[in-house]
């Protein structure tokens, strides 16, 4: 239901200076006035901040700030109210608990920005770029989500959008309008080369996806090698040189994520780290199968070896075990002597006890996964695996409607498939309605002039 009035505690449930209890929805002013001491909410003016406190059956709860929304510009089109309490646990579920029983309906998770959605205020990549923000873990990850709650995702599936109409357009007015065929030059001429143009321009999104994907996810990585090579030691290394904070991230994936730092802007989540801490023996620790299946997991290798010592017999196996892996070779211990015993492709001298190479391999590894190409300011990029499947999608679709045009359907058969990555696109930004397209088609094409 779109009317009730939702209340529910939007801070972190934990001790802290402030919790924030907001309400949204018409009565959201009038179930606060029962229990506010200070002015009429109704009567005072919107994106305002009030002072009193927070009475229920004669009793005093807190001394709250409460700032007012007033519909529509606000997060949810309705009426917002914001109580700011403070930061207790308790005091914030009393408050919460008085607004339940004044009339306010306690919001499911998310509900405030559905409601912002079905409103209409945001699309769906924005609803969805408010989680990013949320979970954001890095500078440029951050970026990334705020340009996604900017609308720039929106923006980019409008102009695919908009592009589509236009073939759409062409052939839905040589079907329906015969007689304009001396105005619509309908051929294959003029639909392929444009099918084509947008098949390029999906194909760089999603090239470009892997960027914005290991920004938001950051790079699951390994660190493996034999016992007494520097894996702690170079995990520390890289742990000092940035000030990263080492993060327990919580399973919430099957992989074993244990913890991530942050190297030069890239989340690097490290997975495995058992063998690492206790300077075992990679293989020997965790078993042949769990070493693969460790190494099949990542999307980096870091491979360190110790300078000073032959490669053995188990730095062959797990040479050959990651060949093919995106991988990059540390060399370590190259204080005790210059002169490099092991030369590979992808590979740095570092001395993780003195911290030299550290910035060198830092470098390499941005390389590696965003070439040194990635331009937050000019560009944005698409990084929700929703998102990256509905777009390839949408690109399967208009790849049969080339083929279709190839074996010479009729052309209805190519629209059909144009219309089916419209829908696609669509379900990108929530708008799946299949009248949308024929309001925009007929308001954008002029027939009869
Ligand atoms: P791990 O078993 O691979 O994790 O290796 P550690 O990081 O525990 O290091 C094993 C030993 O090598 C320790 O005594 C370290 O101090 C030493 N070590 C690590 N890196 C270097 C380095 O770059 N140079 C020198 N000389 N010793 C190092």
Sequence with gaps: MM?????????ALGQGAISIVRLSGDKSFEIVNKIFTGPNLKEVATHTVHYGHINYNGKNIDEVLITVFKAPKTFTTEDIVEINCHGGVFVANKILETLLLEGARSANPGEFTERAFLSGRIDLTQAEA???????????????????????????????????LNIIAHIEVNIDYPEYDDVIELSNIIIKPKIKDLLENINNLLE????????????????????????????????????????????????????????????????????????????EKIGIDK??????????????????????????????????KKRIIIINKTDLNKELAHTFKHSIAVSALNKTGIDDL????????????????????????????????????????????????????????????????????????????????????????
């Design 130 to 164: 408010v989680m990013d923000i949320i979970e954001a873990k890095s500078d440029l990850s951050l970026s990334l989500a705020n340009k996604g709650l900017d609308g720039e995702i929106f923006k980019l599936i409008v102009g695919l959008r908009t592009k589509l």
């Design 291 to 324: 070493a693969k299946s460790v190494i099949n997991e990542a999307e980096l290798i870091l491979f360190v070896l110790d300078n000073n010592q032959l490669l053995s017999t188990d730095d062959e196996k797990l040479l050959d075990l990651t060949k093919d």
């Design 362 to 449: 830092e470098n390499m590894i941005k390389q590696m996964f965003l070439s040194g190409e990635v331009n937050l300011i000019d560009q944005t990029y698409i990084s929700n695996a929703r998102h990256i499947s509905k777009l390839n999608e949408a690109l399967m679709s208009l790849k049969d409607a080339l083929k279709a045009i190839k074996d010479e359907l009729p052309i209805d058969m190519v629209e059909i498939d144009l219309k089916n990555a419209w829908s696609t696109l669509g379900e990108i930004i929530g708008d799946t309605s299949t009248t949308s397209l024929l309001e925009e088609l007929f308001s954008k094409f002029c027939l009869g002039k």
């Design 208 to 283: 470009k996806a892997n960027y914005g994907k290991v920004i938001k996810d950051g790079v699951k990585t390994a660190i493996i090698g034999k016992p007494n090579v520097g894996k702690s030691s170079l995990l520390n290394a890289l742990l000092r040189e940035d000030k990263a904070i080492v993060t327990e991230i919580q399973g919430t994936t099957r992989d074993i994520v244990e913890g991530s730092i942050n190297i030069g802007g890239i989340i690097l989540n490290l997975i495995d780290t058992a063998g690492i801490r206790e300077s075992d023996d990679f293989i």
């Design 3 to 11: 009317n009730d009035t939702i209340a529910q505690i939007s801070s």
